[in-house]
């Protein structure tokens, strides 16, 4: 199989790495297809290989004891799945799951591990990475206990659109009920909401972004809290293409 050319790859992270840091890793880099439901990790299983998102974004789910999922946080082109390994993790506290298609690159533990250790920048990405995703989960904690659900669902939306890159995203009310833990009847209200205000369009399980600038006035502040952490640490390349900000 042919190793990755940089210059193609979409993640974030691979893609600011300094040409001969990616090029040692890029033999252990597998190209996969990720697929919606798909599980990448279970709770309390060990974790074998860790991905690079390409597309679509992944969901971190803490799973009760009444087996009921709960988001925690949200990866995609920004991050990896499975980065907990690097702090001495040997199996995944969270389920993560594909709540969209896309691609990824899969690299095993041990070639992971190598890669940190020979890999400064590599190395340092990745631990910011891990600091914004704390942020992230952190924020979520407080959004849930504190905000409206109209403004938590403009939240959730910005960071999918953020994370997968698209205006058009296959969500059901069943699904944003499962990730915001509430009643799928109140998600249908909150969404209702926001299409009667022009920001998204809401049809046949698909959530289409029409006003990026309307959804982030919709939203709460732990949006932008989150986002500018990001920007502060990972720069102006981190930011979503600022074009799109009103989508057709």
Known sequence: MPH???????NRILAALPPLEFAMIA??????DLHLGEALHRAGESIEHVFFPEGGFISALS????????????IGVEGVAGVS????AKTSYSETMCQTGGGAYRMAVPAFKDAIAHAPRLRDQLLRHVHVFHVQVA????????????E?????LLAAH??????????TQDLISVMLGVRRSTVSIAASTLQKAGVIRYQHGRITILDRV????????CYERVASEYRDLFGEHAERDSSARTVN
Request: aromatic fraction near 2%; glycine fraction near 10%.
């Open 4 to 10: 990755p050319l940089q210059k193609a790859v979409k």
């Open 27 to 32: 033999k252990s880099l597998v190209h996969i």
């Open 63 to 74: 799973v009760l004891s009444d087996g009921r999922p709960l988001e925690i946080g949200l």
């Open 85 to 88: 390994v690097m702090l001495g």
């Open 139 to 150: 924020q979520t904690a407080a959004c849930n206990s504190h905000h409206e659900l109209g």
């Open 152 to 156: 938590r669902l403009a939240r959730w």
């Open 162 to 171: 953020d994370r997968s890159g698209r205006a058009e995203l296959s969500l």
């Open 214 to 221: 309307g959804l982030e006035d919709a939203a709460c502040e």
